[in-house]
């Protein structure tokens, strides 16, 4: 399996859409997509989206020609001539939609690349702005503008911008100094078997290599060198981005410092090449979904040494 190969299984990296962000602050071509008809609407709720489920049981994402409050709506850009909006939904909406609501990552298998990329624009930028209805300065309420993508406190004494956040978080390969290993960890609520990457936020004023080695140390005890970006993937769940990277142990013992690991272990190239995916059966080695950082970090090195 090429590197190629491995990169187009990561979900989220697709970017079918124009961003155009020179149409943000441009009302009257924001009112033009709003009224012609063809403008698609992306419908969130708290964490979840609504799903249409056929008879048969199949799923699609159920997508809005027109909602009751366009101001809320926000600009994701440009598709074709169609332009496409995200919105949150409240709960009496919610209650009325003929769908259920379900989580994305759940529903990935049943989406295409371009609608799992759009769906995540949209939940990102929707849940920033349901988490900042109020200035985080003075506490006044904050409003709108450029079609979503600033929030402005409405105190004029204040008048504070706050803009869409992102968190960094490193995820690393540690391979283990003879090539031949890697350092996999796993969390007390993950179901039994499934092991995955190091990963933990990047620190204010904390470089990115930097926070790779901290984490590293915190989590395995595992001194590493040889920092090295190979990719990275949105991840607004609530608002993070992952950035992946590999990096090579100069020490091997394991201890784990801050205890957010419930185990730690070297596993072997034979190890991992014969290792499941979650949600398989048994009690074996299992390792993240193919759509996620985490396996394309692994699955890069297992296929192709370091
Ligand atoms: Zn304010």
Not at 9 to 31: Q, T, Y
Not at 81 to 106: C, K, N, Y
Not at 125 to 138: K, M, Q, Y
Not at 199 to 216: D, I, N, Q, T, W
């Amino acid at each position: 399996m090429t590197p190629d190969d491995l990169l187009k299984r990561l979900a989220f990296i697709a970017a079918p859409h124009e961003r155009s962000a020179e149409l943000r602050g441009d009302d009257a071509a924001m009112d033009a997509f709003l009224t012609n008809g063809k403008a698609r609407f992306l419908p969130v709720w708290r964490q979840k989206h609504p799903f249409q489920i056929g008879d048969d049981g199949t799923a699609t994402p159920l997508i809005l020609h027109r909602v009751t409050t366009p101001g809320d709506a926000v600009f994701l850009g440009v598709v074709s001539d169609t332009a496409w909006f995200g919105i949150a939904l409240d709960d009496a909406v919610e209650q009325e939609l003929p769908a259920e609501f379900r989580s994305l990552t759940e529903m990935l298998p049943v989406l295409s690349a371009d609608t799992a990329a759009l769906m995540v624009h949209a939940r990102a930028l929707v849940i920033w702005r349901a988490n900042h209805r109020f200035c985080g300065r003075c506490g006044a309420p904050t409003r709108a503008m450029d079609a979503g993508h600033s929030l402005t406190c409405t105190n004029p004494d204040c008048a504070h911008r706050s803009f869409p956040r992102t968190d960094p978080a490193i995820i690393t390969s540690i391979i283990h100094p003879d090539g031949e290993q890697i350092l996999l960890g796993r969390q007390q609520s993950w179901p039994p078997g499934v092991y995955s990457t190091i990963a933990g936020f990047v620190e204010p004023g904390e470089s990115l290599e930097a926070a790779v080695a901290r984490e590293a140390l915190e989590e395995t005890g595992v001194h590493v060198s040889d920092v090295r970006y190979v990719a990275s993937q949105p991840w607004p769940f609530p608002s993070s981005i992952m950035l992946g990277f590999t990096c090579r142990a100069t020490t091997t013992t394991i201890h784990r410092h801050d205890g957010e690991l419930e185990d730690c272990r070297w596993f072997t190239r034979a190890q991992v090449l014969a290792g499941g995916t979650r949600g398989d059966p048994g009690g074996d080695l299992k390792l993240s979904h193919p759509f996620s950082i985490s396996r394309y970090l692994i699955d890069g090195w297992a296929h192709k040494p370091l």
